[in-house]
């Protein structure tokens, strides 16, 4: 539920904004230098050209001006005749013949297409529309601008295929055209463009691989593809791009392992391949070729192989990121001599032996003053945390190592890591007291301890860290009370201290941490006294647990202003009283009937709580009564009711709610009927579990009947009233409900409002419709259907039951020789040893698995014996059907046979 993804997500984004530099900032400068060095040599003296005219330029931006709809800054207002156009605004003429040479519109929201007329501009050098909203294609009349140097179109809307025709712009210097929805691929002809020195693609909806002939561009300084659809292996011809600077193809499917030639290419400054699925070792040699990198960013790939201790000779690297990988082995020691590192990514590899010196490498990187994150977790680094690490650069932000077999202490010297921002050691062995210093960290936003054996008292310079937003210190052995300081936290927005040993009492200051908007988790401590009022102040807080302590008292109402809260565990204490009827109002509740609530006992152990509208105001007193009575009711086929409450709410309306154990497998009408969200091959029902599952139900329905002191009519029984636990039992629920409802309505009781306990369509016996009192008969008519449902897959109410026929006359007709035309053709595919790849309901698949699935005789002898009794149950007169207890007799009788016949051809049970 809720809480459990809170978990996840925080995982997710700790790995990708931890772990990963999506965007790299040095690629960024590279393509501002290269492009603004460039554009200097724009301006030069113009020729002469016989055919198209200044007039030709007039007319073809008119057209331009023409094809653009938007144009909110009002750029355009000033291309107007009673000004020429060489002095409109973006244009700039070349200074003899007064034709356009350049076009530079960048940054004003400019929203239109390209007009085909800019081909006819023939002296244009720089066309240059970044950041717009050009949407349509590139005209393929690009390819008449024989002149074009820069053709600037990043971060448009363009779509369509790039035109081949703009292979012939021979002079070409810089295609920008990223940040498009550009299709296709990149063309093989780009050989052509022998001048090219920057080709940036990224971020389109580009198709296909990288051409061999891309190799030609030996000026190409720049390529980057980064974050399209690519496919295919890296070419070897890569290796031929002398001049290349920069290759960043990171976010596609490039698959296979990098080229040799690759390592030959010692101008690189930066390799960016992230996000890919490419394989292979990095070469020992890789540090003795790119002397010049500065970047290499190879993570979420399928490398394995140790990390090269050559790369400590690649002295300008700053980027160096192999996190998700597979890499194993030791992290070099030398990787000190890397004075520039700022950014070192091993995060989530196979790297470290659970050894005492894995973590030597950390003393290297002293020398490292830049450094900013370094990141290991998700590896198997054992050892100690060293001293030394109070002597990492004062630069470093981020410093994780999550998940590892990192033990010792946390060394007092961490805190002179004064701009930490980001530490997390979660899920790992350290020990010892946390230190003080901790709280030197004044720009700490998040702080994970979690998962750990830190021991001792929280200390309280924690509250120093006016910044935190999530603090993590779960499953430790801390103790004593939670310093009242935090109330400086006044960041904080999570607070999971769970599962440690803190006792007191829960400071008012803490539980009333109104900034608090995810997650407040005091649970499994030993917190003593009552819950303070304060906690209405967490008017923001998602989920509150204060499970598995030891409060007291009642649990205030002002728990109510908690307007945002969707989760509430407070099992496990020693709360007295009524649930405070103002729970009613908060979110989550409020529809029609019945509302569940997700709540939580326990990590193992959830809970739902049902919350009855009623309209009437009732007796609370029998509620309750009733209720207790409920609670007494234990039978594992039953869900068990843990408690009720009732009350009255703000508005004056009965609160009446129930608690739930909370099943984890959905309803049996989920199983039955529908194929689960995001699964292809939803899993289906065997025939021994939807035997077990009818079983079950008898089960129950016999102890509500026979066991109880006062016989309990169900009234209302049908698929979605039996929930399947983690282990497929099932368990009926709302057993007692129409007695419930009918104790709470007896002061204005009317036909309408009993009408609702009678029983579902489809469901409920003929002579309810008649009048007649609930009784067990017609909860056995209720069974008989639901028995003949589960093994049908038909619904009573499917469209096909009209006109006299209902399911158990659909059922009696095909009895005996004709059983496997109704039954649940999943079933029999199953039976069959298939797992059907998808089930259609629909009749021409029916009439297929008619004819070619064979049932294995003894299920068929099975089924036939359960379609007696389903249609034994729902006979017409009440006083024909089965007993319950001859029900559970022979449906135990059909479960042993089945098990003893060989080769049952049932699937084995996981
Ligand atoms: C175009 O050039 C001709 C001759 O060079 C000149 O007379 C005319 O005014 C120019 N037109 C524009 C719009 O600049
Ligand atoms: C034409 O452009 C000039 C120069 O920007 C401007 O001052 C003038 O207002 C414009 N005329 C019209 C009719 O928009
Ligand atoms: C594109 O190139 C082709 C082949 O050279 C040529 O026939 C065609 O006219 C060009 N298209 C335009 C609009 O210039
Ligand atoms: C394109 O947009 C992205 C995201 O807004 C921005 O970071 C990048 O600098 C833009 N590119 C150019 C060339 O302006
Ligand atoms: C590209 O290089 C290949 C050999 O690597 C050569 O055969 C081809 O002619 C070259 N293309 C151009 C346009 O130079
Ligand atoms: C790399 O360069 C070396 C010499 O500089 C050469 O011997 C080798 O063949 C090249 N490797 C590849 C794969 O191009
Ligand atoms: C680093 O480069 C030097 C000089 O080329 C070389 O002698 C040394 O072996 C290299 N170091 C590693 C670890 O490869
Ligand atoms: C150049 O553009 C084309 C459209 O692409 C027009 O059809 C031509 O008429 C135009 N030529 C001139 C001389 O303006």
């Given at each position: 539920m809720k809480l459990l993804n809170v978990f996840p997500t925080y995982t997710m984004k700790l790995q990708n904004s931890l772990l990963y530099a999506r965007w790299s900032t040095y690629l960024q400068l590279q393509l501002i230098l290269i492009f603004s060095i460039n554009l200097v040599c724009l301006i030069h003296p113009v020729y002469t050209s016989t055919a198209p005219t200044?007039?030709?330029?007039?007319?073809?931006?008119?057209?331009?001006?023409?094809?653009?709809?938007?144009?909110?800054?009002?750029?355009?207002?000033?291309?107007?005749?009673?000004?020429?156009?060489?002095?409109?605004?973006?244009?700039?003429?070349?200074?003899?013949?007064?034709?356009?040479?350049?076009?530079?519109?960048?940054?004003?929201?400019?929203?239109?297409?390209?007009?085909?007329?800019?081909?006819?501009?023939?002296?244009?050098?720089?066309?240059?529309?970044?950041?717009?909203?050009?949407?349509?294609?590139?005209?393929?009349?690009?390819?008449?601008?024989?002149?074009?140097?820069?053709?600037?179109?990043?971060?448009?809307?363009?779509?369509?295929?790039?035109?081949?025709?703009?292979?012939?712009?021979?002079?070409?210097?810089?295609?920008?055209?990223?940040?498009?929805?550009?299709?296709?691929?990149?063309?093989?002809?780009?050989?052509?463009?022998?001048?090219?020195?920057?080709?940036?693609?990224?971020?389109?909806?580009?198709?296909?691989?990288?051409?061999?002939?891309?190799?030609?561009?030996?000026?190409?300084?720049?390529?980057?593809?980064?974050?399209?659809?690519?496919?295919?292996?890296?070419?070897?011809?890569?290796?031929?791009?002398?001049?290349?600077?920069?290759?960043?193809?990171?976010?596609?499917?490039?698959?296979?392992?990098?080229?040799?030639?690759?390592?030959?290419?010692?101008?690189?400054?930066?390799?960016?391949?992230?996000?890919?699925?490419?394989?292979?070792?990095?070469?020992?040699?890789?540090?003795?070729?790119?002397?010049?990198?500065?970047?290499?960013?190879?993570?979420?790939?399928?490398?394995?192989?140790?990390?090269?201790?050559?790369?400590?000779?690649?002295?300008?690297?700053?980027?160096?990121?192999?996190?998700?990988?597979?890499?194993?082995?030791?992290?070099?020691?030398?990787?000190?001599?890397?004075?520039?590192?700022?950014?070192?990514?091993?995060?989530?590899?196979?790297?470290?032996?659970?050894?005492?010196?894995?973590?030597?490498?950390?003393?290297?990187?002293?020398?490292?003053?830049?450094?900013?994150?370094?990141?290991f977790s998700f590896n198997n680094f054992g050892g100690v945390l060293p001293n030394s690490i109070a002597n990492l650069s004062s630069q470093l932000n981020r410093l994780t190592f999550l998940s590892n077999q990192i033990s010792g202490t946390i060394p007092e010297g961490i805190g002179n890591l004064i701009g930490l921002y980001f530490l997390v050691m979660e899920d790992n062995l350290l020990t010892g007291n946390i230190p003080t210093s901790l709280g030197k960290l004044q720009d700490m936003q998040l702080l994970d301890l979690g998962l750990n054996g830190l021991s001792g008292h929280l200390p309280s310079s924690m509250g120093n860290l006016t910044r935190l937003n999530i603090l993590f210190i779960n499953q430790n052995k801390l103790e004593g009370s939670i310093p009242s300081t935090i109330e400086n936290c006044h960041n904080l927005q999570i607070l999971e201290i769970s599962q440690n040993n803190f006792s007191g009492a829960i400071p008012k200051q803490v539980i009333g941490l109104s900034s608090i908007s995810l997650l407040l988790n005091l649970s499994g401590n030993s917190f003593t006294g009552s819950l303070p009022v304060e906690v209405g102040k967490l008017q923001n807080i998602n989920s509150l647990d204060l499970s598995e302590n030891n409060l007291s008292g009642e649990i205030p109402a002002t728990i109510g202003d908690c307007s945002s809260l969707e989760y509430l565990y407070l099992q496990g204490n020693f709360f007295h009283g009524n649930m405070p009827s103002s729970l009613a109002s908060l979110k989550g509740s409020g529809s029609f009937g019945s509302v569940y609530k997700g709540f939580l006992a326990h990590e193992e152990r959830e809970i739902a709580v049902k919350v009855l509208n009623l309209q009437k105001k009732g007796a609370s007193k029998s509620f309750i009564a009733e209720c207790n009575a409920l609670r007494n009711i234990r039978h594992r086929n039953l869900v068990k009711i843990l408690t009720c409450c009732s009350s009255i709410d703000y508005n004056g309306n009965d609160f009446k709610a129930l608690v739930f154990d909370f099943m984890g497998n959905g309803s049996l009408e989920q199983w039955l009927h529908s194929r689960i969200e995001g699964e292809n091959e939803s899993r289906k029902l065997s025939f021994l579990e939807r035997l077990n599952i009818a079983i079950d139900v008898a089960s129950a329905l016999h102890y509500l009947y026979e066991q109880c002191e006062q016989p309990i009519v169900h009234c209302d029984l049908k698929p979605s009233n039996v929930l399947l636990d983690n282990e497929m039992t099932a368990h009926v629920s709302d057993f007692g409900l129409a007695k419930l409802l009918f104790v709470t309505n007896t002061i204005s009781q009317n036909q309408s409002s009993t009408q609702g306990i009678k029983g579902s369509i489809g469901y409920a016996a003929p002579e309810y419709g008649m009048g007649g009192l609930v009784s067990i008969e017609g909860d056995v008519y209720s069974f008989g259907i639901l028995l003949l449902e589960i093994f049908t897959g038909r619904r009573p109410t499917d469209d096909m039951f009209k006109d006299g026929l209902n399911l158990h006359k659909y059922a009696m007709l095909a009895l005996p020789e004709n059983i496997s035309q109704i039954v649940d053709p999943t079933l029999l595919q199953l039976e069959a040893g298939e797992i059907p790849s998808q089930i259609n309901d629909d009749e021409p698949e029916r009439q297929i698995n008619r004819i070619h699935i064979q049932m294995n005789g003894n299920v068929q002898n099975c089924i036939l014996s359960i379609f007696k009794i389903g249609l034994s149950c729902s006979l017409e007169y009440p006083n024909e059907r089965m007993k319950i207890g001859d029900v559970t007799k022979e449906l135990n009788l059909v479960k042993n046979y089945f098990l003893s016949t060989e080769n049952h051809g049932d699937r084995p049970q996981t």
């Open positions: 200044n007039e030709t330029d007039h007319l073809a931006l008119l057209k331009f001006k023409e094809s653009i709809h938007t144009d909110s800054h009002g750029i355009l207002t000033s291309w107007n005749r009673s000004n020429h156009f060489c002095n409109w605004v973006g244009i700039t003429c070349g200074l003899l013949h007064q034709r356009v040479i350049s076009i530079d519109l960048s940054g004003y929201d400019l929203g239109g297409s390209i007009s085909p007329y800019f081909g006819n501009l023939s002296f244009l050098r720089n066309f240059t529309l970044l950041n717009n909203n050009i949407y349509g294609q590139i005209p393929e009349e690009v390819g008449r601008l024989y002149r074009l140097q820069y053709l600037m179109l990043t971060n448009n809307t363009l779509g369509g295929e790039i035109p081949v025709n703009l292979t012939k712009c021979s002079k070409l210097v810089f295609i920008s055209i990223g940040g498009n929805k550009l299709t296709g691929g990149i063309l093989k002809e780009v050989d052509s463009l022998t001048n090219l020195e920057a080709l940036y693609l990224r971020t389109n909806k580009l198709t296909g691989g990288i051409p061999r002939s891309l190799g030609n561009l030996s000026s190409l300084k720049l390529f980057d593809a980064g974050n399209n659809n690519m496919v295919g292996s890296i070419p070897d011809e890569i290796g031929d791009m002398k001049s290349l600077s920069i290759l960043a193809i990171h976010d596609n499917k490039f698959s296979g392992k990098l080229p040799s030639s690759l390592y030959n290419l010692s101008s690189l400054i930066t390799l960016s391949i992230g996000f890919n699925q490419i394989e292979g070792v990095l070469p020992n040699s890789i540090g003795n070729n790119f002397r010049n990198l500065h970047h290499l960013g190879i993570g979420w790939n399928r490398f394995h192989g140790t990390i090269p201790a050559s790369l400590s000779n690649i002295s300008k690297l700053q980027v160096f990121d192999i996190g998700y990988n597979k890499f194993t082995g030791q992290v070099p020691v030398n990787l000190g001599n890397l004075r520039d590192l700022v950014w070192l990514g091993l995060g989530t590899n196979n790297l470290g032996n659970n050894s005492t010196r894995d973590l030597d490498f950390l003393t290297s990187l002293a020398n490292c003053s830049k450094l900013e994150r370094l990141l």
